[in-house]
């Protein structure tokens, strides 16, 4: 089984910054992207960010030139580092990787972590 792991949420003030972190464990063989979502209640979730296994890396127009995307492959984690948050990037934000579990089975799984709140006052 595979397990993904967030910490970092938390309040803070707009302007401010946080990092979240998410570490994946368990039955894993390989990972290709890992990426950043987030959710509003009663919303879709929305892409974030993202980042491949080679470090390409893609984001949403919203968050462009204010929130960075990271992973370290030796340690199976995804950062986000979030500056100049403004009270819009409220929301819960979830982390995500693209799993082959297996080195016999090409299949990819995608896997989530449970979420973690992030809360930026005005």
């Known amino acids: 089984q595979v397990q993904l792991v967030e910490s970092g949420g938390g309040l803070v003030q707009a302007g401010g910054s946080l990092r979240l972190s998410c570490a994946a464990s368990?039955?894993?063989?390989?990972?290709?992207?890992m990426g950043w979502y987030r959710q509003a209640p009663g919303k879709q979730r929305e892409l974030v960010a993202q980042?491949?296994?080679?470090?390409?890396?893609n984001y949403a127009d919203s968050v462009k030139g204010r929130f960075t995307i990271s992973r370290d492959n030796a340690k199976n984690t995804v950062y986000l580092q979030m500056n100049s948050l403004k009270p819009e990037d409220t929301f819960v934000y979830y982390c995500?990787?693209?799993?082959?579990?297996?080195?016999?089975?090409?299949?990819?799984?995608?896997?989530w972590g449970q979420g973690t709140q992030v809360t930026v006052s005005s």
């Open positions: 995500a990787a693209d799993i082959q579990t297996s080195a016999t089975s090409v299949r990819v799984y995608r896997y």
């Open positions: 368990g039955s894993i063989f390989s990972i290709n992207v």
């Open positions: 980042i491949t296994s080679g470090g390409s890396t």
